[in-house]
DNA sequence: TCGACGATTGCC
DNA sequence: GCAATCGTCGAG
């Protein structure tokens, strides 16, 4: 069952460790169809996270941030990777959950694959500009299913955020969480 | 308008 | 260790 978005409608650092386990689901224009449980995520809160794109305001590209939960906002990283994220809070608070892993769940040819780092994220789900606002509780491409990987749900590792040193003491915030690896 | 740089990755 | 690669954004 796709999530809705009273799911997304809540405070990132409720949303983002919620969403370990659940099942990201990308539909092609052909049809194909990758099942994928998200194993990994990192909040972004607000303006004063100094770690976060909202942190000098509303820009052209993260404007998104201040819209409805469930929206995507995905933005180009140094020239070649899309990065996965999901809005969420209340509408005028920017807030986001980056993508930064998946595992397959369906196809069996995926079962159990592991995508680590969002910029293969984004590549696996072929992702680009056009992404840019899309609603995943109503998009036919791209939407969340409740999770069907319960197992995992209790190992979960809490880590600081990366790649985001610039951001002083906001970069030591624990606002990353990781399902870890099995067997 | 300009130039520095990034929520990264993979190859040397 | 560092290049790839380009849209974005703060500065001027």
Redesign the pocket.
């Known amino acids: 069952m796709r999530l809705g978005r009273d799911f997304f409608a809540r405070d990132v650092l409720r949303v983002a460790p919620d969403l370990l386990g659940k099942v990201l689901v990308r539909r092609f224009e052909d049809g194909r169809e990758l099942k994928l449980a998200i194993t990994e995520v990192?909040a972004?809160r607000g303006v004063g996270d100094q770690?976060?794109?909202?942190r000098?305001?509303k820009?052209?590209?993260?404007k998104v941030m201040w819209e409805r939960a469930g929206l995507v906002?995905v933005?180009?990283?140094?020239?070649?990777?899309w990065?996965l994220?999901l809005v969420t809070g209340k509408e005028g608070e920017p807030q986001?959950v980056?993508i930064r892993g998946l595992k397959g769940v369906v196809p069996k040819s995926i079962e159990g694959s592991r995508w680590?780092?969002?910029?293969?994220?984004g590549k696996l789900l072929e992702l680009d500009?056009s992404f840019y606002g899309e609603d995943v509780t109503t998009s036919c491409r791209l939407w969340v299913e409740e999770d069907n990987v319960k197992e995992d749900f209790f190992h979960i590792m809490v880590m600081e955020?990366?790649?985001?040193e610039?951001a002083g003491e906001w970069a030591r915030k624990k606002w990353r969480w990781k399902m870890k690896v099995q067997n």
């Open positions: 990192e972004y770690a976060c794109h909202a000098f305001g820009t052209g590209r993260n906002y933005y180009l990283i140094y020239g070649m990777y990065m994220n986001a980056l680590d780092g969002p910029g293969k994220v500009k955020r990366v790649g985001v610039y």
